[in-house]
């Protein structure tokens, strides 16, 4: 018995009624009639735009909330009910999200295989069906007679009669850049219009407001709208970039439309991240078709809180919006991965030094990308360019889709280069990679093809992806950034997978030509399949996709989970972790972090360790010769003094001290509450003028008679700061802020506040001690 | 150029020397010649068996010694490749536990089949060979004929020349409990003489491990060469137990080991863990073939602090081990992972019903056996039962051989038993669980074979199973927690298993014989196979592991990995949160949090959570009416006076305040420190005597001439201990105990000192709030 009852003793104790006012926001108060404030007031525990959330405050709320209802619950059948539904809400929501993302993906990837169709041709039987589906219906089946279906007419067919010919071409050259130029158009004059939130990846972004930023409007229905019409436009439109990264964002979006009709998430910014990031991992799970990694990539690259419950629901969102698409079925072939492959040979141990030169290129591309995309970026921001954004698309869609039609690996779709070069040549692949010169005694099952001697398209078709591999790294850099939606997976794949079919052509045939060479006459002897240039291909859009991000675990998984095999992740991983090295030894960003930095988000980084020398005091305000903390007093102030001291400064809170002698800390109190507070009373509350004092004690000070009535604002004060010692350092500081997710931190000495430290603080001296300019923080 | 001069202008702040005295520990104070103390000495910064560490002094001294090597590295070439290396030694020492991780698991799978088959009988041609081993030496390789090969001979064939017969039968029952009896004895008496910390499966004492505690031994050596050799002994007796959790043990003695070798791991337990958590990750990934499902095993289940270098390292770890465990081949198969299955039919929306009734036996299945388990571990623990562990063991193996020996599902390995059940019934199975009733025109391929009716095997097959599965049950309850190592997956899988395999073969049934069912009518016409029993025999086995561990993501992970498809993720998901649904509902605790329980470490789970609303005076100590808290004065306390605080109390350390009067606190001195500071200035620093003043100031207190030297403790003094106000919600502190892992914290009042709280009061509370004993926390 004695621990139930120690138990109650505890809960009728009498501090513990405090809770209430330490977790200001939507509680009812202790019942003084005279004292208004106790009651709820709108706005309060909402945030600003473009500011920092604290963690630990709307944990506590979300707490606070649980324990309502909880109590509740047992008062009846309907308020138990209630409290079922509401433990249950979150996973409706990712079941939502999960069906929502699913389907937004199949239609993109619908629309955009039409629309990429249509810039070539149209089908006569149906204008709305994509070449392949045209002749799905046609009675020509197979894959060799595509070309042949007579109901797919190109552009020159339909309008000149001609489908051969210098003329027909240069018509059709003329309409692919026309139709390339009108989706570009549209799609930045959207963006531009109605969302301009719709522009990029938006996965930087993402990750500053996972870690507790708030930008409203750039996860609205708007922004959900507009980015998934302008994207499937832009990659319509044959521009350099993929559809992974802002598909992240659409998902996001989803997910914040979701949380916006349940009371538990979007009144609490920080359960709303739980949700977020679960719509992440859907949003990556759609794009490549691989949920596990989807989570992953959440976990890895994009979150920032992600306790074991969000990792559960991410999960369950992934899978549902993975089976959504699926049966959707928008690549007419049953897969759920994007690129399906299917590798029929082993890899020797000989490729591994292949697969790592192939890790090296990727770990410069990266850092080549990285600088150069940023530089590019950085003058556009600065410069001129940046006022015209329509024309940079028009010119840049312009010279793509110049360029890219003569060659046949830039003109097609990017997803779909990447498929071919990742297919592995069998007996009845046609294209030109595949041109091999075959035995003609060949008398083996089809899919164990020995290593052949390279035909004439083989040769012609390695000059022309050397070109389309310059075309796509320059093009690349100057797409990633403009003010459309553009992701980065796609276009960093493509540059991998074209240098790893080279290298892996390359090597197939000198281990044919030279299968006497010492390092080749273990593994490959003549007649033997031992090398394939599909994996090369794989191998190095993993490496080039690595340094761009800098990913590693999760585009391990993501994959493994498109091959289906663990015979070929050592190559993988072998390949990423080379380029994360290389990569890493010219700078420690990755692409997403290098435009929040660019960006000036306030992003502390899990990843960044802090390891210099600095202590709390180094750090913290007043820095010495500077004027004095604002504070205020706990009950010696007016109104009218802290209406003074809230318009004379702009920090975000004010500490309160017992007097401004003792400086000893009582709490702190937010401006927003503040302000809040003091119009309420002043509109509500009888008695309350500018010389009423202020206090936030618990019994209001004696005051001389004919005094105006007190101002108590008990309520609106945090009484648990966070506090360190001056003494703590810098190192210990940071990972508190990193863990707890604190806004602002108080410094003391011996129970004396000293100053105060602000996440942007933090990242200021970060910066400093990184040698970069700590004015690139901006927000707070 | 003005970011970097500040840079300087820090760095050569005063105040920054001091970080040294924050961080004690290993580096050189301000050389002030007479202050022995700011030399290092010996066992500073370690800490005593069965104690909680300090996350945050361990990460702080780790940035300490990162940034001495950083420094160092630029003053000379060895220096810099010193660096590198240190480095690299992460990587090093995840190759290292791969690799021994993965050859000790190869080494037990051998052995244990080898001893298995030798309850049976023995090969002529070479007695060292398993009888799968023996066979393929043979001639007569087929599947069938296995039973039939010449060297392979049973004791009753060897000993008295008879297979067949009573005799014979009695002969081979009574040497199979002989060896079962002896084996068993031989790892009991080795586990009771050598390694005590051997037995059990070792998960709950490695989570609490991770979480911060010390138990020294635990991942010995001597632990880990017994814990190798008595697994073998006792899987081979056949008692009802796995050796997948205790090959997670084994594989953490491993990364103990590699760790102790680099002065990185073996001097920073913080550190170490970090080794410790990928260490499991191999563990796991060798158990069961599957790295991914290690590592999230590892982050979900095991893992406290699971930085995202760990995720990576681990990844490299589980792979490494996996790699090594494949090219060792025990199986002989190829195949990385335990239970290969393929399955060739989809499964249809109807089943889910099936799929979560089995799901809502493994949750009943866990509550069961938690419940049974843990009152019959507490018996053991408060009764005689306790005092004879031999005999315990010795009756439950007699017990368990006696009643498995007749019942074919329970004489073989239960890993055999897990993976016929997962078999889909192929053409040319011949297990009696695949005794259907062929219909003699079929002429479809092998790998499709419609459902047929039941034959006499199956029948049979069914009884036996229902007998083992209610023997499992009983039995594995008793089994779980002897002195002997003893894992928990295989069995539960296997209960699972059985139970699931019985369902699918009832169900198969039914909609053989009744097709025209409105449910059957739609996928299941007669000559299609449309139920796979060995599907519902996984699905099984996932919902009983689910509900006995409690593991998500990294169950069905796990069970991804095994099929190789994500055809069947919904089946194992909706069975295992089904699972986890119904087990939750009966108590929160997985069998490894119920254990920690039971033998009261102090594990603060980040899964568990507090909603209640105390406040951190309500926790504190000193209590109302307890007498005030022990503190140490700046200034003013002589050694003796220390000497004789520290002889009267027990507290691990000290809040250090101005003066008694005051309460203004300074910092915290730890106990270990203290008494090994004052021994060490006693023995070798002059003029320190019983009444000299101890101070912690920067500069020693004016003395009146003729007194003592004084004896300036600074350097072991935290002067940044952690705070917080008595207003704090609890939830709020157990969030910063978790999040920091702190070991105590200080509560204050407006900057006075009030009271401490420690982990073993969180925990102490928060076993208090859900009505447990408190007393039950028996570690700090």
Redesign the interface.
């Known amino acids: 018995m004695m621990?139930?009852l120690?138990?109650t003793t505890?809960?009728e104790?009498p501090?513990?009624k405090?809770?209430n006012m330490?977790?200001a926001g939507d509680m009812n108060g202790s019942g003084n009639l005279m004292d208004f404030l106790d009651e709820p007031f709108p706005d309060v525990g909402t945030y600003e735009d473009f500011h920092t959330i604290d963690w630990?405050r709307e944990?506590?709320r979300d707490?606070d909330r649980?324990?309502k209802i909880?109590s509740k619950s047992k008062e009846s059948i309907w308020e138990f009910i209630k409290s079922l539904l509401d433990a249950w809400s979150g996973w409706v929501v990712m079941l939502k999200i999960g069906l929502l993302a699913g389907t937004l993906a199949g239609v993109i990837d619908l629309a955009v295989d039409w629309m990429t169709d249509l810039k070539e041709g149209v089908c006569l039987s149906a204008f709305w069906y994509s070449h392949e589906q045209c002749c799905w219906t046609s009675n020509e089946t197979t894959f060799e007679d595509r070309g042949k279906c007579p109901q797919w007419q190109k552009w020159s067919e339909l309008l000149v009669n001609q489908s051969e010919g210098a003329s027909a071409y240069i018509l059709n050259y003329f309409l692919y850049i026309m139709w390339a130029l009108c989706f570009a158009f549209l799609a930045v004059s959207l963006v531009r219009v109605f969302a301009p939130y719709a522009c990029g990846s938006g996965i930087p972004e993402i990750k500053t407001i996972l870690s507790g930023f708030i930008i409203r409007g750039y996860l609205g229905k708007w922004t959900l709208l507009i980015k998934t019409v302008t994207l499937v436009l832009v990659v319509s439109s044959g521009l350099s970039l993929g559809k992974e990264g802002p598909l992240v964002h659409v998902a996001c979006c989803c997910g914040n439309f979701f949380s916006s009709l349940f009371s538990k998430y979007s009144k609490n910014e920080g359960k709303r991240r739980e949700v977020l990031s679960a719509a992440a991992a859907a949003g990556v799970s759609v794009a490549f078709g691989a949920?596990?990694g989807g989570?992953l990539f959440s976990?890895?690259e994009v979150s920032y809180y992600f306790?074991?419950k969000t990792?559960?629901r991410s999960?369950?969102a992934a899978?549902v919006a993975?089976?959504t698409l699926r049966s959707i079925n928008p690549f007419g072939n049953s897969r759920?991965v994007l690129f399906y492959v299917e590798y029929h040979t082993p890899w020797y141990m000989a490729e591994l030094f292949p697969f790592i030169l192939l890790g090296v290129f990727g770990g410069l591309w990266g850092t080549l990308f990285i600088r150069c995309n940023i530089a590019w970026c950085r003058r556009r921001k600065t410069t001129k360019l940046g006022k015209y954004p329509v024309l940079e698309v028009i010119v840049v869609t312009a010279i793509t889709a110049i360029i890219a039609y003569p060659n046949p690996y830039t003109r097609r779709s990017t997803s779909e280069l990447i498929s071919e070069l990742f297919n592995d040549c069998g007996a009845l692949e046609s294209s030109q990679l595949c041109d091999y010169i075959n035995d003609p005694n060949m008398t083996r099952p089809v899919d164990d093809i020995p290593d052949r001697p390279a035909g004439p398209g083989v040769y012609t078709a390695m000059w022309q992806l050397a070109l389309a591999l310059i075309f796509k790294i320059i093009i690349t850099i100057f797409t990633f950034g403009m003010k459309i939606p553009s992701g980065l997976f796609i276009p960093s794949m493509a540059v991998g997978a074209m240098a790893g079919r080279m290298v892996g052509i390359g090597v197939e045939q000198v281990a044919y030509h030279h299968h006497d060479w010492i390092i080749f006459r273990n593994w490959c002897r003549p007649g033997a399949d031992c090398v394939t240039p599909g994996l090369y291909a794989m191998v190095g859009a993993a490496a080039c996709l690595g340094g761009v991000t800098r990913m590693?675990?999760s585009l391990?998984?993501i994959m493994?989970?498109l091959t289906?095999?663990?015979e070929y992740?050592?190559p993988l991983?072998a390949a990423a972790v080379t380029s994360k090295w290389v990569a890493d030894a010219f700078g420690k960003e990755g692409i997403y972090e290098a435009h929040i930095h660019l960006n000036g988000y306030p992003f502390l980084d899990?990843?960044d360790?802090?390891?210099?020398?600095?202590?709390?005091?180094?750090v913290m305000r007043p820095r010495r010769g500077e004027p004095a903390l604002s504070v205020l007093t706990q009950d010696s102030m007016t109104v009218e003094d802290v209406e003074t001291l809230i318009k004379e400064t702009d920090y975000n809170g004010f500490p309160v001290v017992?007097s401004k002698d003792s400086e000893?800390?009582?709490?702190f109190a937010q401006r927003r509450e503040l302000i809040l507070a003091i119009k309420n009373a002043r509109q509500r509350q009888d008695g309350v003028v500018s010389n009423s004092i202020v206090h936030f004690t618990e019994d209001p000070p004696e005051l001389p008679p004919n005094s105006p009535h007190p101002l108590k604002l008990r309520r609106i004060l945090n009484?648990?700061?966070f506090?360190?010692?001056d003494?703590?350092?810098m190192?210990?500081v940071v990972?508190?802020f990193r863990?707890?997710g604190l806004r602002q931190c108080l410094v003391?000495r011996?129970?004396?506040l000293l100053g105060i430290i602000t996440k942007k603080d933090v990242l200021r001296h970060m910066?400093?001690?990184a040698?970069?300019?700590?004015e690139s923080i901006m927000f707070n």
Do not use: C
């Not at 040698?771 to 700590?774: I, K, S, V």
């Open positions: 621990p139930q120690a138990v505890i809960l104790h501090r513990a405090d809770t330490v977790n630990l944990k506590s707490t649980h324990r909880t949920p596990i989570v976990l890895e306790p074991l990792l559960w999960f369950f899978l993975a089976f759920l590693t675990v391990v998984v493994f989970e289906g095999g663990l992740i050592v991983m899990v990843k360790e802090f390891t210099h020398r600095t202590l709390a005091t180094d017992v000893r800390l009582i709490g009484l648990s700061p506090t360190v010692t003494h703590t350092p190192e210990t990972d508190i863990k707890l003391t011996s129970g004396r910066a400093q001690m040698n970069q300019d700590p």
